[in-house]
């Protein structure tokens, strides 16, 4: 077996086309553990902890977060996790 893995900022991709000045793919999925494609989360309001630092948090995570603060039943057919995420929470 061969397994080719692009260094940061490169995308192994078939050949492609321009056309009309655009390219007719596109890539999604880079490794989320590079701390170069990692968002930040920033919470304020009365649910929130003050000051509280977090490390790192999960995007999927936020959907249950939210409906908690909310008081809302979030969809069951979700990836996220209110328990992964509560720290932040008052």
């Known amino acids: 077996d061969l397994l080719l893995v692009a260094n940061e900022h490169w ?3 078939p ?7 655009k390219y007719t793919r596109a890539t999604h ?8 494609i990692q968002g930040i989360f920033y919470a304020k309001g009365p649910a929130f902890a ?3 630092k977090t490390g790192i ?6 959907y249950p977060l939210i409906a908690s603060i909310l008081r809302v039943t979030p969809n069951p057919n979700i990836d996220g996790h209110l328990d992964s995420i509560k720290l932040v929470l008052r």
Do not use: E, F
Request: proline share 4%; hydrophobic share 35%.
């Open 57 to 62: 948090l999960r995007n999927i995570d936020v």
């Open 50 to 52: 003050i000051g509280k």
């Open 11 to 13: 995308s192994l991709v």
């Open 29 to 36: 999925g880079y490794d989320n553990i590079l701390p170069s």
């Open 15 to 21: 050949q492609i086309r321009k056309t009309d000045g």
